[in-house]
Structures are given as C-alpha cells and as structure tokens.
C-alpha cells in the first residue's frame, strides 16, 4: 500500500499510472486507489499493489482530514472551480457562523457532478450522477448518505481580486485532462474576470476532520448559505487518511 500526493488536475487513475512509472511497478501487477479526490483536489491518495487490491474495502471507510479555502461571492454547478459560474455576489458577508454549527452527523445529498452511481430514469441503467447532470436526466430522488464532521477549525483568512481568482481558476482547470466541460468553464472565467476583475472576495482556509464520503464541496456551500451569501471549494487538499 503506497500513500501518493494526487496533483491538481490528475484524476486518481492518472495519478495511479503516474504513480505504477514512477515506482517501476510492472504492468502485469494488479493497481488500485481507496477513495477518490475530484479532478481539482490535492492530497493525500492511497494506492493498492497487488495482493494488497483485495483488502480495497478495508481502506475506504476510513475517517479523512482536508484543509480547504472556501471563497464567499461565487456559486457554481460544481461547487468547485472545474463549473459553470450559476451566481456572482460581490457583497462580502459581515460575519461568519460559528464553525461549531456545522459539526456532527447529517444526511448529505451527493453532489450533481459527483461519481456516485445511480439508476437512469429512462432505461435504469446505472450510471455515474455527472453524467446525469450532463445530459438532463438526473434521478427524480437524489442519494444521499449519512456523513459526519468531527471537527472544522479557522486556519487562515484573506482576500483575492476578481482578475486574481479567475486567473487562477483557469490555470487549474486547464490542468484537467479529458472532457470536463473545460471550453465553456474557462469562457465563463474569463467573461467573470472582465465583469468582476477589480471586486474583492473573501477567502477563508479551513481544517476540517470527517467520516469518509464527506463532500468538502458540500460543506462549502452550506458555509456559504449560513453566511448569507454564496461559496464554493477554491481549493481542497486531503491531508489525512486514517493514519496516514
């Protein structure tokens, strides 16, 4: 069992190829990862080899540990960077809730763009929700799961400019390799920049200890509700898995 660093753009299966030269690790030898991290996430990845791929399910409900920048004034589809801007608030919240409000157990709903798989409505098939969300044909009752947050602590806080913040967002997503909407996502960066370059957005950086399955995107935007306005993950770096 190997504990990799996943890179900004690499989905866990680019960053488990990477990881199979990197190591010389022969292609005939069974790879692979416990637990994903979305496209634009960083951090902490395990990775399975070998005999080792038969324990998978023993990994994957560990507890998690993220540090992750909530960015106030910006909605997407996503919840992240890697979607279509849906809302822009360029008033900055005047006071935070109290991160002990969002502590404890609840019933999350999965994310539109998430890799969760669920039944088609047209024909039942499953399949992953984002390829729903794609085509229109999202599930009348969407999943959800039963998360916990144990702890979620203030590491950091400042601000960005407009121009700033979209330029860095179209860095990333131009990182991210296959289809992902990324045309229409940088062109949406891009038409924010011109209209909201010169405004100021707040950026708070959080530690946050949860149950596996926990969405940090999710957990973004509920701040961002409790605040008054609307956030997204600017960026989410997993820095623990169980004990490692």
């Keep these: 069992m190997l504990v990799v660093f996943k890179n900004i753009g690499e989905t866990p299966l680019e960053c488990l190829e990477r990881t199979r030269i990197d190591q010389k690790i ?54 992240d960077a890697l979607g279509i801007i849906e809302k822009v608030d360029t008033v900055m919240p005047d006071k935070m809730p109290s991160w002990s409000k969002f502590v404890g157990k609840l019933t999350q709903v999965y994310p539109v763009y998430s890799s969760k ?16 969300a794609r085509s229109g044909d999202l599930p009348d009752e969407m999943p959800t799961k039963e998360v916990e947050i144990y702890s979620v602590e203030e590491i950091g806080k400042g601000e960005t400019r407009g121009r700033e913040l979209a330029a860095q967002a179209v860095e990333n997503v131009s ?9 229409d996502i940088i062109g949406g960066w891009e038409r924010f920049a011109q209209e909201n370059g010169g405004a100021v957005f707040l950026i ?12 940090m995107r999710s957990l973004a935007e ?3 509700k409790e605040a008054g306005t609307v956030a997204f993950t600017f960026s989410i770096e997993r820095t623990k898995i169980g004990s490692f």
């Design 26 to 79: 022969g292609a005939d030898v069974p790879m692979t990862y416990a637990g994903r991290l979305d496209p634009l996430a960083s951090g902490k990845l395990l990775i399975l080899v070998g005999e080792e791929c038969k324990e998978k399910e023993k990994y994957l409900g560990l507890d998690k540990e993220y540090e992750i920048k909530v960015l106030f004034g910006v909605k997407t589809d996503t919840g």
């Design 117 to 132: 798989t669920v039944s088609r409505r047209s024909d039942l098939r499953k399949i992953q929700l984002h390829t729903l």
């Design 175 to 183: 990182k991210v390799k296959g289809d992902f909407r990324q045309k």
């Design 204 to 215: 708070i950086k959080l530690r946050v200890a949860c149950s596996s399955g926990t969405y």
């Design 222 to 224: 509920r701040i961002g």
